[in-house]
């Protein structure tokens, strides 16, 4: 024990320690992720079946790769964020690569549906 002014006693505890990540990924929230990455595959298998091919870049910030048929170099990038309803309850929503919110990450397919009429106006 250490005396410290004023007649207190300093116990002797190991000082904590920062520790950094190894690399930037590792910063990332594993459970957000997992279920950012599910939500995007589900929206790939429904914009599949509207015969648009979709890819999900696992990486973080998961994000979802939407290629126009006949037109690859036209894409566009959807992500997934979390978000709460009207009740304060977690809730996940389909984002365009602008940020405005696509749709409820609930209904693939209707997000889908919203995807395939705008990349079809292009």
């Known amino acids: 024990m250490t005396r410290l002014a004023g007649g207190l006693d300093k116990v002797g505890l190991p000082v904590p320690t920062m520790c950094r990540p190894r690399k930037a990924g590792d910063m990332q929230d594993g459970t957000h992720d997992h279920v950012r990455s599910y939500h995007l595959h589900r929206l ?18 998961a994000a979802l790769r939407v290629f126009i048929p006949g037109a690859s170099m036209l894409a566009e990038s959807i992500g997934c964020t979390p978000g709460t309803d009207d009740l ?35």
Do not use: M
């Open 88 to 122: 304060g309850r977690l809730c996940w929503y389909y984002r365009w690569s602008w940020g405005e919110v696509l749709h409820d990450a609930d209904d693939p397919p209707g997000a889908a549906a919203k995807i395939a009429e705008v990349l079809a106006a292009r």
């Open 44 to 61: 790939a298998t429904a914009l599949d079946t509207k015969g648009f091919h979709a890819t999900v870049k696992t990486s973080y910030p």
